[in-house]
T-cell receptor
């Protein structure tokens, strides 16, 4: 079983749609959680950290369920520029080493 | 915000060549940097953790004699792919953060192509 699992997609949605991505992780000792965005042939860029209380940044909302080891990302009012691969990322193992474990990524294509 | 610079961005060379990639933290000191590799349509895989002033910690399956890591200062880590072969062709990315509680920032990545 992969340490971080995501549906690779692709998700093809029209502009203005709301889309949700899910992610599960296997290591209950993971302490920090993030969503990164990666454009084709580029480096990942931090989209947002994910907190147990849930957090929102503009059109983006992230949720964490530690009991289910489940993370979600909701994108409202999708823009063409949101087309990218979204990476679910968790810190690996016990102790705060900063080591990141990446999911395969979920590809989003927003169509006009 | 924090900036991580990686150089070169693109390398094309012959089989058997050794290639050095640099990763610099431009506006903060990083005692720890990380090196990842990403093959097409796959997720980033951690290769090793680079520790300033000490030996790197390699992930299982990564050959330490093949991928030499040097972290001689708080702002620079280098990865050398020794005697590179076509199967080493990949996207190599480094990352660093101000401390382990902060999100990591990534370098621009190095696209390595071995002919």
């Amino acid at each position: 079983r992969k340490e971080v699992e995501q549906d690779p997609g692709p998700f093809n949605v029209p502009e203005g749609a709301t889309v949700a991505f899910n992610c599960t992780y296997s290591n209950s000792a993971s302490q920090s959680f993030f969503w990164y965005r990666q454009d084709c042939r580029k480096e990942p860029k931090l989209l947002m950290s994910v907190y147990s209380s849930g957090n929102e940044d503009g059109r983006f909302t992230a949720q964490l369920n530690r009991a289910s080891q489940y993370i979600s990302l909701l994108i409202r009012d999708s823009k063409l520029s949101d087309s990218a691969t979204y990476l679910c990322v968790v810190t690996g193992g016990s102790g705060n080493t900063g080591k990141l474990i990446f999911g395969q990524g979920t590809t989003l294509q927003v169509k006009p | 915000g924090a900036v991580v610079s990686q150089h070169p961005s693109r390398v094309i060379c012959k089989s058997g060549t050794s290639v050095k990639i640099e990763c610099r933290s431009l506006d903060f000191q990083a005692t720890t940097m990380f090196w990842y590799r990403q093959f097409p349509k796959q997720s980033l895989m951690l290769m090793a953790t680079s520790n300033e002033g000490s030996k790197a910690t390699y992930e299982q399956g990564v050959e330490k004699d093949k991928f030499l890591i040097n972290h001689a200062s708080l702002t620079l880590s280098t990865l050398t792919v020794t005697s590179a072969h076509p199967e080493d062709s990949s996207f190599y990315i480094c990352s660093a953060s101000k401390n382990s509680n902060q999100p990591q920032h990534f370098g621009d990545g190095t696209r390595l192509s071995i002919l």
